[in-house]
C-alpha cells in the first residue's frame, strides 16, 4: 500500500511538471510577421520528395532565402490563390522548428 502510494506521487509530480513545462513553451512563443513570396513547396519550388501541393512562405535573410511551412490548416485555406502562381504577401504567427523545416501557425495570411 505504501509503495503505491509512493508512486502515485510521484506520477502526480511528473505531471505536474509537464503541464508546466508545456505552459512555459506556449508563452514564450511570440508572434511574428513574415514578408515574402507565398508560394507552393511543390509546384514552385519543387521541393525534393515533395508528393503533395503545400503553402509556404520564402523570406530573404540577408544573401538567402529561407522557408517557412504553414501549418496544415492555413495551407489548405489560402492553397488556391497560390498553387500556379507566387504571390508576395505576409504571413503574423508563431514560429516553430520540426524535422528540420520551419514551421509557421499563421494567425494572418495576406496577399500584396
Not at 64 to 85: F, R
Amino acid at each position: 500500500m505504501k509503495t503505491a502510494l509512493t508512486m502515485l506521487l510521484g506520477l502526480g509530480m511528473a505531471f505536474a511538471l509537464v503541464l508546466t513545462a508545456t505552459a512555459d513553451d506556449k508563452k514564450d512563443a511570440k508572434e511574428v510577421t513574415l514578408k515574402g513570396t507565398i508560394t507552393c513547396a511543390k509546384c514552385d519550388l519543387k521541393v525534393e520528395g515533395q508528393t503533395k501541393c503545400h503553402t509556404v512562405i520564402k523570406v530573404k535573410d540577408g544573401d538567402k532565402d529561407v522557408v517557412y511551412w504553414l501549418d496544415e490548416t492555413s495551407s489548405k485555406k489560402n492553397h488556391k490563390e497560390i498553387c500556379q502562381e507566387a504571390k508576395k504577401g505576409s504571413v503574423k504567427g508563431t514560429v516553430s522548428e520540426k524535422d528540420g523545416k520551419k514551421w509557421v501557425k499563421a494567425t494572418e495570411v495576406k496577399f500584396d
